[in-house]
């Protein structure tokens, strides 16, 4: 374990790396380094960027040790030579460091390059700017000069999190080098060392709170661990999602919104509570697909993969989509809580979501569930979001043209009997062999974004040059105006002629097709997923056109009530 330091507390400065042997994680700089230093081939500058708390300062200052070291083993430093205790304790005279962030004026970069020229005591002057694209234009300009034609005896060393801010002019005179964030593995085994070293009582629960609040990051966690210890707990250290994850998992939006309720009540903010959620979710995410490079251990890694395979793949990769979303239109909202809670219940009712990913999901979950009646429902209505029964009124009148095909089903292709292909030359013609073409030969061509609406999508009619589709609203429409290239260049690579793509919502004002009737498929129509949507409220309370989360909330909290007006 690296030579703690006494007299200081905090755990990420007490057990600072001290040679390259220590340093965990970054594997690619050290064999740069050690070897650079081994083989007297050091460059002249270098730039160390990566995300905070990777060890980037910390690389630079055992670097100026390997440099200076009394006794060096094969590029690394001894860690016990008065120049290794010199630079470790700040004050030897071979190392200037400047934190570029409060120092960034022309005049802070001139004082320091002006004494680049002078002796130093060691073999090596090195200087460290940490966070060097803070830098004025000015500064850099001068710091360039230096770089440009630097002292033979003299190493830069530019630390910063953000690379592509530091001048080009800079970055092309430097030896990159991109540090990493450690694995969660790596940082367990970090966490576990330091436990021993140390004598903490911590335990392996709140050593896998601290790595997974670390994020990556050696020092985030090693602080975490610190602050786990002075609280002595991990309970209250990150918000517990489990209620609201069982929520969703149920479809209870009643349940989602109360748990997030119970989440501010405890003081967490929605922005904080929407990036922590996603962060989890990331986690089942990548559990689910390749779990080798997931961060999380022990317990939360049994959580999170158990919360994958409740979810699904679907499901959880619209999860990450639609909170994403929140996140970014949070930044802009009057009230961040109200935009949250919006997305919590388009998770739980995927109806409310326009989107194909929560279409596919509907069809998914119909196709989990078969028992479904074959007869046409009524137009479905606006009811309850978590549990009402709904209403009916009566069904609109169908034009003879959708009365004739509305069977018609492009869920799946329909059993055809074997009959001889149509010549692919020949234009549309006869209702049954077109609807057969389209669903076996046309949507198959199309990106899977296009089918997925074409397979919601009901084939009304077809004529010379043209083939008409109902959609269910106008929202789905919009979303077909702009797959409608894609379709259009299937059906004329199919048909071999020009063709015209119509739609229309609801199949209104069509043009009448043949007298043509076709059977039904077997698989369930377009009607019958709102059907199905529909008898998963049968056993709720009253009915009640909701037409908002407001009035869902008030008929889930006042069963039975009526608004007087």
Same mark, same amino acid.
């Given at each position: 374990?690296?030579t703690?330091?006494d007299?200081?507390t905090?755990?990420y400065?007490?057990?600072?790396?001290?040679?390259?042997?220590e340093?965990r994680?970054?594997?690619?700089?050290?064999?740069a380094?050690?070897?650079?230093v081994?083989?007297?081939?050091?460059?002249?500058?270098? $730039?160390?960027?990566?995300?905070?708390?990777?060890?980037?300062t910390?690389?630079?200052r055992?670097l100026?040790?390997?440099?200076n070291c009394e006794?060096?083993?094969?590029?690394?430093?001894?860690n016990v030579?008065? %120049?290794?205790v010199? !630079?470790s304790?700040?004050s030897?005279?071979d190392v200037?460091?400047?934190d570029?962030a409060?120092n960034?004026g022309?005049?802070d970069i001139?004082?320091i390059?002006?004494?680049?020229?002078?002796g130093?005591?060691?073999?090596?002057?090195v200087?460290?700017?940490d966070?060097?694209?803070q830098?004025t234009?000015?500064? %850099?300009a001068?710091?360039?000069?230096?770089?440009?034609?630097?002292?033979?005896?003299?190493v830069?060393?530019?630390?910063t999190t953000?690379?592509?801010?530091v001048l080009?002019?800079?970055?092309s005179?430097?030896q990159?080098l991109?540090f990493?964030l450690l694995?969660?593995?790596?940082?367990?085994?970090l966490?576990?060392?330091?436990r021993g070293a140390?004598? $903490?009582?911590?335990?392996?629960?709140l050593?896998d709170?601290a790595?997974?609040?670390?994020?990556?990051s050696?020092?985030d966690?090693?602080?975490a661990?610190?602050?786990?210890?002075?609280?002595g707990s991990?309970e209250?250290?990150?918000p517990d999602?489990d209620?609201?994850?069982?929520?969703?998992v149920?479809?209870?939006a009643?349940g989602a919104?109360?748990?997030?309720a119970v989440?501010a009540?405890d003081?967490w903010d929605?922005e904080? $509570?929407?990036?922590?959620?996603?962060?989890?979710?990331?986690?089942?995410?990548l559990?689910l697909?390749?779990p080798?490079?997931?961060?999380?251990?022990?317990?939360?890694?049994?959580?999170?993969s158990?919360?994958g395979?409740?979810?699904g793949?679907a499901?959880?990769?619209?999860?990450?989509e639609t909170?994403?979303?929140?996140?970014r239109e949070?930044?802009?909202?009057?009230?961040k809580t109200?935009?949250?809670e919006?997305a919590?219940?388009?998770?739980?009712?995927p109806e409310?979501d326009?989107?194909?990913q929560?279409l596919?999901?509907r069809l998914?979950r119909?196709?989990?569930?078969?028992g479904v %009646?074959s007869?046409?429902s009524?137009p479905?209505v606006?009811r309850?979001?978590?549990?009402a029964?709904?209403?009916?009124t009566? %069904?609109?009148k169908?034009?003879?043209a959708?009365?004739v095909?509305?069977a018609?089903?492009?869920l799946?292709p329909?059993?055809v009997a074997p009959a001889a292909?149509?010549?692919?030359t020949a234009e549309?013609g006869?209702l049954?062999?077109v609807?057969?073409?389209f669903?076996?030969?046309?949507?198959?061509?199309?990106?899977?974004?296009?089918q997925? !609406?074409?397979k919601?999508?009901?084939?009304?009619a077809?004529?010379p040059g043209?083939?008409?589709l109902a959609?269910?609203?106008?929202? !789905?429409r919009?979303h077909a105006?702009?797959?409608?290239?894609?379709?259009?260049?299937?059906?004329?690579?199919e048909?071999?002629t020009?063709?015209?793509?119509l739609?229309v919502?609801?199949?209104?004002?069509?043009?009448?097709?043949?007298?043509t009737?076709i059977?039904?498929?077997?698989?369930?129509?377009v009607?019958?997923v709102?059907a199905?949507?529909?008898?998963?409220?049968e056993?709720?309370?009253?009915a009640t056109?909701?037409?908002?989360?407001?009035?869902?909330?008030?008929t889930?909290m006042?069963?039975?009530?009526?608004e !007087?007006?």
């Amino acid at each position: 374990m690296p030579t703690s330091i006494d007299g200081v507390t905090s755990l990420y400065r007490r057990f600072r790396p001290g040679r390259f042997s220590e340093l965990r994680g970054q594997d690619h700089v050290v064999r740069a380094l050690q070897g650079a230093v081994a083989r007297d081939r050091v460059n002249h500058a270098y $730039l160390f960027s990566g995300p905070r708390g990777t060890g980037k300062t910390t690389t630079a200052r055992i670097l100026a040790k390997a440099l200076n070291c009394e006794n060096p083993d094969k590029g690394d430093a001894c860690n016990v030579c008065a %120049s290794c205790v010199a !630079i470790s304790k700040g004050s030897s005279l071979d190392v200037t460091e400047l934190d570029a962030a409060s120092n960034n004026g022309v005049e802070d970069i001139r004082d320091i390059t002006s004494g680049a020229w002078h002796g130093t005591p060691g073999r090596w002057k090195v200087y460290i700017f940490d966070e060097v694209h803070q830098l004025t234009k000015a500064a %850099s300009a001068a710091l360039l000069k230096t770089l440009e034609e630097p002292p033979a005896h003299v190493v830069f060393v530019l630390a910063t999190t953000d690379p592509h801010k530091v001048l080009p002019t800079i970055r092309s005179r430097t030896q990159h080098l991109e540090f990493r964030l450690l694995a969660g593995d790596t940082l367990n085994t970090l966490l576990s060392d330091v436990r021993g070293a140390a004598g $903490l009582s911590a335990t392996d629960e709140l050593i896998d709170t601290a790595v997974r609040l670390g994020r990556g990051s050696a020092r985030d966690a090693l602080s975490a661990l610190d602050q786990l210890l002075a609280t002595g707990s991990g309970e209250d250290a990150a918000p517990d999602f489990d209620a609201l994850f069982d929520s969703l998992v149920q479809a209870d939006a009643a349940g989602a919104l109360r748990s997030l309720a119970v989440l501010a009540r405890d003081g967490w903010d929605p922005e904080q $509570l929407a990036e922590t959620f996603a962060a989890e979710v990331r986690q089942a995410f990548l559990l689910l697909v390749a779990p080798e490079v997931a961060d999380v251990t022990g317990a939360d890694r049994e959580r999170l993969s158990e919360w994958g395979k409740q979810l699904g793949l679907a499901r959880t990769v619209r999860t990450l989509e639609t909170v994403g979303r929140a996140m970014r239109e949070m930044k802009s909202a009057p009230d961040k809580t109200v935009v949250l809670e919006v997305a919590l219940v388009r998770l739980v009712v995927p109806e409310l979501d326009v989107s194909v990913q929560a279409l596919a999901e509907r069809l998914e979950r119909l196709e989990r569930n078969p028992g479904v %009646s074959s007869a046409p429902s009524a137009p479905s209505v606006a009811r309850p979001i978590a549990s009402a029964t709904p209403t009916t009124t009566p %069904s609109a009148k169908i034009p003879a043209a959708v009365e004739v095909t509305a069977a018609v089903s492009t869920l799946t292709p329909p059993p055809v009997a074997p009959a001889a292909a149509a010549p692919d030359t020949a234009e549309p013609g006869d209702l049954s062999d077109v609807q057969h073409r389209f669903t076996t030969r046309v949507i198959p061509r199309t990106p899977r974004g296009a089918q997925m !609406i074409l397979k919601t999508a009901i084939f009304v009619a077809s004529g010379p040059g043209e083939i008409t589709l109902a959609v269910a609203d106008n929202e !789905i429409r919009r979303h077909a105006e702009e797959i409608a290239p894609s379709v259009r260049a299937a059906l004329e690579y199919e048909f071999k002629t020009p063709m015209k793509l119509l739609w229309v919502v609801d199949g209104a004002a069509v043009a009448p097709a043949p007298e043509t009737r076709i059977s039904r498929p077997s698989r369930p129509t377009v009607e019958e997923v709102a059907a199905f949507d529909d008898a998963n409220d049968e056993d709720a309370g009253v009915a009640t056109d909701v037409t908002s989360v407001a009035q869902h909330l008030i008929t889930e909290m006042f069963p039975g009530s009526t608004e !007087i007006r």
